[in-house]
């Protein structure tokens, strides 16, 4: 018999009519470990998901066309959406008209020029909601009002960071501070023209990104921006086109595709537009991989730890092995190949149990965060390092201690020196 | 014949003043198809003779010959080898490997050696020999003491070695195991020639051996 043949034999023997607590909990352990390893990583997965589905939904959608860096606006807006909406795999588009103002809430009350409370300036973005529905789901988080229609002229909805009262976490100062649905906010616009809005609507996005922004239709808009230049220039305008795709579509592809439609703009990815939002899942990328290398330490550790205790009670059983004439080779085979079957047996128990249990927990009870309902999310990546890392833990845990018994005399491992 | 010849063998445990001296110059021959056995106190030195003889450890200075050839000048590999052909061994405690059968236990020396399936039939031979036929497929832990040492013994000659060592094999056995022990060895001394070297410190065990060497604080006291 050859000496892999009997390295294998001696495996199989120890394991099989091995104690079987002791094997119950290295498997444990390991299987232990390894789910721990994918846990961890698929859980900030999960945040880094929850806030980019925050941000697509309530700000970028997926694909935003903005225009080239020498201009201020897309033009010729409605062939592009035309265009567009041709496109296979996109669900929506949505056009904004944005620009800068101050907004001012119970002004008439004020005896004072110099008074500034309950003003602030903020963006405001010029929508058409039907299009806006479509494309991003702001419509579903007014916690007051209505959302705005086709046809409103005189209507404003803000997020709640921007209204202020309550439910704003934003202090109470740098915002309107309190205003309410019917009550009336006046704007004046970057170009200096002066409106007043009646607030239709709150909304309260779990994105504070979101719950920045405010919304009057695009013909308001356009026709705020219209005063200045041509007329009805601004009804075929845009500050950014939104493009929403359906699930599963290859982004890369579809922006690549767009970019083949010749519009006179930019296509980015939300990712590549919001670049700090993009900076903070980096970071959560970078603290996954580092909490991922510290769980892989930790679990060689115990499984060290585990397999070195068991080793070192063969310690007598080794000695003989030498003594009677066994080669080593076949002693560390024998040991290799145990722990690389207790490697896999953890992989395999661990992943069924992440797989059937923590997966479709998480799924049925996902973490309720500020940032949005939190599950996991397994990155393929990390489950192949992590399947990598377990194996040479639990071989480097395996062979050490045999490589330290092994060197030692004969006579001291027999006698359990 | 000289099967073993030993010249000026020394073993020094620890450095300076803290040095123990448990060999200071053994000289020795055994012959072929002798039974010894080597005998004294506590702390003579015998086990550490035997251990060195059987190259279970290395000595501090000496030689030692087996059929005419330097085993100490072997590399680890090449006297792990030649302890698994040519020597076997018999421990004091029990030495089986508790998750094999007590068949397994005695052709697993041979399993490294023969491809063949021959090692299991001399296995279940060497079980016959030494009255286990009936206890081949249990495990250690389910036979007793005596049986254990006995299929240590079988173990030791499955691969037909030239000389078989014993470490006071009776030590932790009743007297009537022991006496079965024993009783075998002479047989296969007899029988089959089988070369023994016994570490023993029982008076009465001197009736089994041809020979017995006394030591005494490191040192041959006289041949007997």
Known sequence: MGNLKLSFFLAYKSIIKGNRWTLSMIILVMSLSFANLILIPSLLSGVTEAINGQQIDTVYANIVISPNPDKTYLNHVSQIENKLSQQSGVIGVAAHLNSGAFFEYNWLQKTSPQDKSQTGNWNVIGIDPEQEIQVTTLHSSLIAGSYLETGDRDKIVLGIEIAGGEDASTLSSLTLGGAKVGDRVRLTFSNSVQREYTLKGIFKARSLSANTLAFISRNEMASVLNTVTEVSVFADRASQLLVRTEKGVDETQLISDIKNLGIDGQVRSWRDYGETMGGVVSSFDIMGSLIGSIGLLVAAIVMFIVIYINVVHKKRQIGILRAIGINRSVIYGSYLIQSFLFAILGIVIGGLFFGYGLMPYFKSYPIDLSIGLVSLVIDPVNVRNSIGGILVAAVLAGIIPVVNIVRQSIIKAIWGN | ?224
Request: glycine letters at 8%; a negative charge.
């Open chain 2, 1 to 224: 014949m000289n099967i073993i010849r030993i010249n000026n063998l020394q073993k020094v445990y620890g450095q300076g003043l803290t040095a123990t001296y448990a060999l200071k110059g053994i000289t020795l021959d055994i012959q072929q198809g002798e039974f010894v056995a080597i005998m004294g106190r506590s702390g003579s030195g015998k086990s550490t003779l035997l251990h060195l003889l059987g190259l279970l450890d290395l000595p501090t200075a000496g030689e030692i010959f087996i059929e005419d050839r330097n085993v100490l000048k072997l590399s680890g590999e090449e006297s792990a080898a030649f302890r698994l052909k040519e020597l076997g061994y018999v421990f004091q405690e029990y030495s089986l490997i508790a998750e094999l059968t007590i068949l397994e236990n005695v052709y697993l020396p041979a399993l490294c050696l023969h491809k063949d399936k021959q090692y299991r039939n001399r296995a279940i031979e060497l079980l016959e020999i030494v009255g286990l036929q009936d206890r081949m497929n249990h495990y250690p832990n389910e036979v007793s003491g005596g049986e254990q040492q006995r299929a240590s013994i079988a173990r030791s000659l499955v691969n037909q070695p030239k000389i078989l060592f014993a470490d006071e094999p009776t030590a932790n056995l009743d007297g009537a195991s022991a006496e079965v022990v024993l009783e075998l060895f002479r047989k296969l001394n007899q029988d089959l020639k089988q070369t023994i070297v016994m570490v023993t410190h029982e008076p009465e065990d001197k009736k089994y051996v041809d020979r017995v060497v006394w030591l005494k604080d490191g040192l041959i006291e006289n041949l007997a």
